[in-house]
């Protein structure tokens, strides 16, 4: 299975910037790397992915290491509504497009 | 636009029965995986089903089974529950599977299963 390691937990400042690191060494050339969250009582949901370029969306930013062997994902301003578990990702294409999920990052956003 | 579904919310069985699990995949789907998150631990994959086929399984034994119907639905089947079985049980559907071409899951909220 295609690992990543995350911090178990961290903490933010409203709206100040969250930079949560993955590091994913056992990744292959062409695993996605996606990073979903996971709000109480719901299902993850999609923040973001790439595969080896840096990417923005509405969300957030990804930043991957030149190597691959690492990630992290920014959240510019974080609000009380970021709180939730990150999930750092990989999939393989085959078969199927599989997500291999570590243990994720807590984020508590403090008022 | 639909999301994905799943039946029922809560359920409470005892050790050695069987359970059915269903989902709805979102509209325009064809591909659903389910993963199984016990508590205070990320999501593992137990299998993906695309147009009907199994198509990728992970490190779950073969009392996992699950079926995939015309519309794109799907069920997970539990045989002999264990102890261990109590989790919370989720689906997931993306789009048209192309190998090497990414697609978002979306997951629905989930089936939490207690085994007593």
């Known amino acids: 299975d295609a690992k990543t390691t995350q911090p178990n937990s961290m903490e933010s400042n409203e709206e100040e910037p969250v930079h949560l690191p993955c590091n994913h060494s056992?990744?292959?050339?062409?695993?996605?790397i996606h990073w979903y969250r996971q709000l109480p009582s719901q299902g993850p949901e999609y923040v973001i992915h790439?595969?080896?370029s840096n990417v923005n969306n509405r969300m957030a930013s990804l930043a991957i290491a030149e190597d691959r062997k690492s990630s992290t994902l920014i959240l510019h301003r974080a609000t009380l509504r970021d709180a939730a578990v990150y999930y750092c990702?990989?999939?393989?294409?085959?078969?199927?497009?599989?997500?291999?999920f570590g243990t994720g990052t807590s984020l508590t956003v403090i008022p | 636009e639909t999301g994905v579904t799943q039946s029922p919310t809560h359920l409470i069985k005892t050790r050695g029965q069987q359970v059915t699990l269903r989902c709805s995949s979102q509209?325009?789907?064809?591909?659903v995986s389910w993963y199984q998150q016990a508590l205070g631990q990320g999501p593992q994959f137990i299998f993906q089903?695309?147009?009907?086929?199994?198509?990728g399984r992970g490190n779950f034994p073969p009392r996992f089974s699950g079926l995939q119907f015309p519309n794109y639905s799907s069920e997970l089947n539990v045989n002999a529950l264990e102890l261990d079985d109590s989790a919370l049980y989720l689906c997931?559907?993306?789009?048209?599977?192309?190998?090497?071409?990414?697609?978002?899951?979306?997951f629905g909220p989930g089936t939490r299963l207690t085994v007593l």
């Open positions: 997931a559907s993306s789009g048209t599977l192309s190998g090497g071409v990414y697609n978002e899951q979306f």
């Open positions: 509209s325009g789907h064809n591909t």
């Open positions: 089903y695309y147009r009907e086929e199994e198509n």
């Open positions: 056992t990744i292959s050339g062409t695993d996605y």
């Open positions: 990702i990989l999939s393989r294409p085959v078969p199927g497009n599989q997500f291999y």
């Open positions: 790439g595969l080896t």
